[in-house]
């Protein structure tokens, strides 16, 4: 299995741009989880989804972010209007069920400038 | 709002186990701890988790405490590549979230 891949890998973008990160977990995963790494707040949940469904998006900073999970195999998330600082390294992970442990992908390095 | 206390650096001799501590002392009978690890600029890697028995994979060994309120994440022969920050993570098995605290940054040095 090549394990949950996100893409793009890096991202430079200008204030007021949108972008769209994406994120590919592991085939039969239930659970998608949406994750932000600073250096001032390590790493925090944004959002997570159970079979395509957004369960817990409390942590989604404010409108500007959104999720979406079309379907099992694909999720996207969405920043409109970026700003600096929404500078981070954004990661994706999925578990097979609520019990287990779930898996990283590599993350997006998301420089707003 | 960690569940957990880690030191927040250690050093190690490569080749010697490496010993990372966790304080754990609100667990609840239903929580798992959990252990990850995160090497500079990847993404969080798996390594342990367990309920109240000690574990033990071809990565480390968990220790957890009878009284469940601390454990220690043993890595027996630590090289060089096991440079990072470890997490130890309290949580549910009822598909919630995990919530990172800072961890500890474990220096093997040569």
């Known amino acids: 299995d090549a394990g949950v891949i996100q893409s793009p890998r890096h991202e430079v973008t200008e204030m007021g741009q949108e972008v769209t990160l994406r994120c590919k977990p592991i085939?039969?995963?239930?659970?998608l989880f949406w994750y932000r790494q600073t250096m001032m707040r390590g790493l925090e949940l944004l959002i997570y989804f159970n079979n395509n469904v957004p369960i817990d998006d409390s942590g989604m900073p404010e409108d500007r972010f959104s999720a979406k999970m079309p379907n099992a195999s694909f999720s996207t998330l969405k920043i409109q209007p970026s700003e600096p600082r929404d500078s981070a390294v954004y990661f994706c992970a999925s578990s097979f069920t609520g019990y287990t442990e779930a898996f990283f992908g590599q993350g997006t390095r998301l420089t707003v400038v | 709002d960690a569940k957990t206390t880690q030191p927040p650096s250690m050093d190690c001799a490569e080749g010697r186990a490496a010993n990372l501590p966790c304080n754990h002392s609100t667990i609840s009978g239903n929580e798992y701890v959990y252990w990850y690890r995160q090497i500079h600029s990847q993404g969080p890697q798996y390594i342990i988790h367990?309920?109240?028995n000690n574990e033990t994979n071809e990565m480390a060994s968990l220790i957890i405490t009878e009284d469940r309120k601390s454990s220690t994440l043993i890595l027996p022969h630590a090289t060089l590549r096991d440079t990072a920050v470890y997490y130890c993570i309290v949580r549910v098995a009822s598909g919630q979230n995990f919530v990172f605290g800072p961890g500890t940054r474990l220096s093997v040095l040569p």
């Open positions: 367990g309920l109240k």
């Open positions: 085939s039969g995963h239930d659970y």
